[in-house]
């Protein structure tokens, strides 16, 4: 049910820095549905309309400060929805 939710009111952009694993969960686990695929941060950005929402499934701690300093880099407009 709440994968039928996101899909349906939310544009869902798949981003690995192994791009080999996001090849492969298009292939397989979203077959069929509307999740898109990034091969870089710069395009994950792109293809997702603003204003942007990003779910992170980061490992706790440092890991989720870097890469949200990442995103801010790519998309300096998203500093002030940020508080730091």
């Not at 298009?26 to 293809?47: D, F, H, P, W, Y």
Request: glycine content about 4%; charged content about 25%.
């Amino acid at each position: 049910m709440f994968e039928t939710y996101l899909l349906t009111y939310f544009q869902v952009c798949a981003f690995n820095r192994t791009v080999q694993k996001v090849d492969e969960f298009l292939a397989n686990e979203a077959k069929g549905t509307r999740v898109i695929g990034a091969r870089s941060l710069e395009e994950m950005t792109a293809r997702l309309k603003r204003p942007r929402r990003v779910m992170l499934l980061v490992k706790a701690g440092s890991a989720v400060d870097d890469f949200i300093h990442k995103l801010v880099r790519i998309s300096p407009s998203t500093n002030e929805s940020i508080n730091e």
